[in-house]
């Protein structure tokens, strides 16, 4: 039984056109979690892209990588990262048990992440892992033209307010057999903590890849 790493890179992007190849750091965007993949071969055991572009192909296999083509019915704005999995899954050789997910639009990960998320993972005999952060922000409703607060009390400080968290998505580990089953996450699913300036990283437009470079040229230098 295999684990692997599969990277979902599609075409489209509305906000950023071409963002998975855009070169960050010398680099396109998607090699980042290639490399960052390849870092932990004693974990996983392929790598392995999902796109439909070809210029995304060429680049995964000048990095060494398998890709699968993804077909235009699963690669349009409504497509879906499951409809993805199951299509790798559909399609690879590999008898798979694990599924790290790398989004490419999470190009920086702390060093140690996976390795450590996958010992929590497998010591607990989770369905799937997702990496959370926690939020300091002060959020609330809008209500009849009203600001009504939904965290905390007018006047509270920012560090005693109840603990909430986000999804990153610096990483997820999934069983294949929930993604058989159409489950991305599991009933049992760990809430892996990051607190890492990375956990902020999300590409989606020009401004979230203009503070990706920023700290990356602060981590290089």
């Not at 892209?49 to 699968?68: F, M, N, P, Q, Y």
């Not at 294949?176 to 890492?196: C, M, T, W, Y």
């Amino acid at each position: 039984m295999k684990t692997i790493a599969i990277i979902p890179a599609r075409s489209g992007s509305k906000r950023l056109p071409g963002k998975n190849k855009k070169l960050l750091g010398r680099v396109p965007l998607i090699v980042h979690s290639i490399k960052y993949a390849k870092q932990h071969g004693s974990i996983i055991d392929k790598i392995i892209v999902s796109t439909d572009d070809t210029d995304i192909k060429a680049i995964a296999l000048s990095e060494g990588v398998e890709v699968i083509d993804r077909p235009a019915e699963i690669a349009g704005d409504e497509a879906t990262t499951l409809s993805a999995l199951q299509h790798v899954l559909a399609n690879t050789k590999e008898d798979v048990e694990n599924i790290f997910l790398l989004q490419p639009t999470n190009p920086l990960r702390p060093e140690n992440l996976l390795e450590n998320a996958f010992k929590e993972f497998s010591k607990g005999k989770y369905e799937s892992l997702m990496t959370v952060s926690r939020s300091y922000q002060k959020f609330g409703r809008i209500r009849n033209n009203q600001f009504v607060p939904f965290n905390y009390k007018m006047g509270q400080r920012s560090q005693d307010l109840e603990p909430l968290y986000f999804e990153n998505g610096l990483l997820y580990i999934i069983k294949a057999s929930l993604i058989r089953q159409d489950k991305l996450l599991g009933e049992n699913n760990f809430p892996f903590i990051v607190d890492h300036l990375f956990s902020k990283v999300d590409i989606d437009e020009k401004e979230d890849f203009e503070y990706a470079e920023f700290l990356l040229n602060r981590t290089e230098n």
